[in-house]
């Protein structure tokens, strides 16, 4: 299993040692299903009638189709989870979930506090505390 980021344009690069395992070329042609949510995809076989045709291209990169992005609700903030299947390989998105930088923290601790008071034990107290040990190099 290998987790791999989406561009933008909804554009991926596949891992080299994928497709040389799956004897994949830069120009191949790939059959898309989706099944539970999962993009699906293997080497184009004749007289197939697959969801989506998608070509490979250079440097292993290839475009996911936009129908399933809008029906999976994918974007470039999420992730793909790639796994290999036998001789299949089965794209799975993931979300992302960001945390918020300390600067954010401090920022909605700030406009938190009312009347300007410092309140011990509290989110300021913390987010303090926190800055110190980060100048300290803790």
Known sequence: MTLIKIAKRSQVTLPNSL???????????????VTNSRLVLRKSIEGTSPDYKIRLRDRYQLTLPAAFCKEEWVSSSHMLEVELE??????????????????KIKQAVSTTIEGGRFQPGGLADLARRSSRRKRRGH
């Open 19 to 33: 497709c040389e395992t799956l004897s994949l070329v830069p120009g191949s042609i790939l059959d898309g299903t």
């Open 86 to 103: 036998g001789k299949t390989l089965c794209l799975t998105p993931k979300a992302v979930i960001e945390a918020p930088s300390s600067k």
